[in-house]
């Protein structure tokens, strides 16, 4: 299994819409890295959602349902998209600032990289921003 991040501002699309809604479409990234993250991505794998600009903080688990295919928002070139399916939400969000703070976290994509969408997360990563939001 693999583990990731990804990025949505919450007044575009929310963890909590992908509750209520059940499934999405993880569309429009236009960025060459993150289409090769989505590219890795399998059926099954974990993916922390994070809201940006707005709550800054990791939000709740997603699960990817559907890998990597064209991206049905692209009018031109070759983009990617992959569906997400709602896994659980975290009791408590996790924070950039916590995130930052926290040493073991130093190399993770979303202090390194902040303006990447779609980014992965080491299993050590994943699980303890996990257990952050316990």
Do not use: C
């Not at 289409?35 to 993916?47: E, F, S």
């Not at 992959?82 to 969000?93: G, I, N, R, S």
């Not at 924070?95 to 303006?115: C, D, S």
Request: proline share 5%; no cysteine.
């Amino acid at each position: 299994m693999n583990y990731w991040l990804v990025k949505s501002e919450p007044s575009t699309y929310s963890f909590q819409d992908l509750m209520k809604d059940k499934k999405t479409v993880w569309d429009g990234v236009r960025n060459f890295a993150a289409r090769l993250h989505l590219r890795a991505m399998q059926k099954g794998d974990l993916v922390m959602f994070y809201h940006s600009n707005e709550d800054m903080a990791v939000i709740g688990i997603a699960k990817v349902s559907k890998t990597a295919y064209p991206d049905p928002t692209a009018k031109e070139g070759d983009w990617s998209a992959v569906d997400l399916v709602p896994h659980k939400p975290l009791k408590t969000p996790v924070t950039l600032a916590q995130i930052k703070a926290e040493k073991k976290l130093q190399n993770t994509g979303l202090v390194r990289i902040g303006r990447l969408s779609v980014m992965p997360l080491t299993e050590a990563e994943f699980n303890l921003i996990s257990k952050m939001g316990e």
